[in-house]
């Protein structure tokens, strides 16, 4: 969510998310997100025109939360490069199961207009795959290993972790992928040497 956005903006998102998450996009209209901000829909469509544009938001604030989680990551100071990458990757992989948790039925529509979220996701993967490079480039420095191509190492990484969300997703609610979630994340390092 951008810094510009109002607080009536932001409750409008809010409402829709937790009426989206409640129904399902399809069983939620522009009045029932009206009505439950207490707001009139004259103010509803100031801001946004239709449900989609305002799903869209939903879905905008949703990947603005996990950036926020994994940019704190990356910002840490202090820790040794590898144990970075993976509170990275985990982070990831947690913000992401915590928003399909947060967001109830609206999960289902996540994954049939999968598109959309894609298109929502691009910037960020960008600014994700960066900072995953920033991190191997902090660890080459600090201990000169083989050589490696830093920013394709980082978009194999990126893409490692991103295949790993659904099935992490579906699985990590078991006892049995949680305890070997330190393993996976080793897994996707393993190449990695330093």
Known sequence: MSQTESHTQRL?????????????????????????????????????????????????????????????????????????????????????????????????????????VEKARRKIDKEEIGMIKEILLSGLTQNNPKRIDPSLTAMIVFYAMKGLEIPYLRQSMGANFNNNKETIVEFVLQSIKF
């Open 12 to 116: 409008f998102i809010e409402v829709a998310r937790n009426l989206f998450a409640k129904r399902g996009k399809r069983n939620v209209t522009m009045n029932d997100i009206a009505a439950e901000s207490k707001k009139g829909r004259r103010t509803l469509y100031l801001y946004f025109k239709n449900k989609e544009e305002i799903y869209k938001a939903v879905i905008e604030n949703e990947i603005h939360i996990l950036h926020k989680r994994v940019s704190a990551i990356h910002k840490k100071q202090g820790i040794p490069p590898r144990q970075k990458l993976s509170e990275f990757i985990t982070t990831h992989l947690e913000a992401t199961k915590d928003a399909v948790i947060r967001n109830g039925s609206l999960r289902a529509e996540f994954f049939r207009d999968i598109y959309a």
